[in-house]
C-alpha cells in the first residue's frame, strides 16, 4: 500500500541505495561475503545443535556428521552445475544456428522488400542511406 502511494519517493529511495551500492562497489562485495559467510556459519551451528540433540553425540562426531552431511547437500547443487557446464557448448552450438537462420530469414525480408520497391522508392533510400552517414561523418569529425 505505501509503494502505490508513495511510488516516486520508494523509486527514488530504490535509486539511491543502487547508485549507493555502485559507487560504493568494493564495502558492499565485502559486506555480501560476510553476510554469506555468516549464513554459512549459521547453518552449520544449526545443524551442529540438531545432531548432537537427536543422536547424542560428542563434539568431535557431531562436527564429522556435519562436515559430511554438508558436502553432501552441496554435492546436488554442484552436480547440476556439472550438468550445466557439460551441455553448455551444445547450446551455444544451438544458439549460434538459431541466430545464423534468423539472420538469413531477416536477409531474404530485406530483399524481398527491396526487390518490391519502385525505382523511387529505392532512390529515396539510397539518399536518406547517403544522408545518414553523411551526418554521422560529419558529427564524429567535429
Given at each position: 500500500?505505501?509503494?502505490?502511494?508513495?511510488?516516486?519517493?520508494a523509486?527514488?529511495?530504490?535509486l539511491?541505495?543502487?547508485?549507493?551500492?555502485?559507487?560504493m562497489?568494493d564495502?558492499?562485495f565485502?559486506?555480501?561475503?560476510?553476510?554469506?559467510?555468516?549464513?554459512?556459519?549459521?547453518?552449520?551451528?544449526?545443524?551442529?545443535?540438531?545432531i548432537?540433540?537427536?543422536?547424542?553425540t560428542?563434539?568431535?562426531?557431531?562436527?564429522?556428521i556435519?562436515?559430511?552431511?554438508?558436502?553432501?547437500?552441496a554435492g546436488?547443487?554442484?552436480?547440476?552445475?556439472?550438468?550445466?557446464?557439460r551441455?553448455l557448448?551444445?547450446?551455444?552450438v544451438?544458439?549460434?544456428?538459431n541466430?545464423?537462420?534468423?539472420?538469413?530469414?531477416?536477409?531474404?525480408?530485406?530483399?524481398?522488400?527491396?526487390?518490391?520497391?519502385?525505382?523511387?522508392g529505392?532512390?529515396?533510400?539510397?539518399?536518406?542511406f547517403?544522408?545518414s552517414?553523411?551526418?554521422?561523418?560529419?558529427?564524429?569529425?567535429?
Amino acid at each position: 500500500m505505501i509503494l502505490f502511494t508513495h511510488r516516486k519517493a520508494a523509486l527514488g529511495l530504490i535509486l539511491a541505495v543502487i547508485a549507493l551500492a555502485l559507487v560504493m562497489i568494493d564495502t558492499v562485495f565485502d559486506l555480501v561475503l560476510e553476510l554469506l559467510h555468516m549464513s554459512f556459519e549459521l547453518i552449520e551451528l544449526s545443524l551442529d545443535i540438531l545432531i548432537e540433540y537427536i543422536f547424542h553425540t560428542d563434539l568431535h562426531d557431531t562436527q564429522v556428521i556435519v562436515f559430511y552431511l554438508m558436502w553432501a547437500i552441496a554435492g546436488y547443487p554442484l552436480y547440476k552445475l556439472y550438468q550445466l557446464l557439460r551441455s553448455l557448448p551444445h547450446r551455444c552450438v544451438e544458439c549460434m544456428d538459431n541466430l545464423a537462420r534468423a539472420w538469413r530469414q531477416l536477409k531474404k525480408q530485406i530483399s524481398a522488400y527491396w526487390h518490391g520497391l519502385s525505382a523511387l522508392g529505392k532512390a529515396k533510400w539510397s539518399m536518406g542511406f547517403m544522408t545518414s552517414v553523411t551526418c554521422m561523418i560529419f558529427w564524429v569529425l567535429i
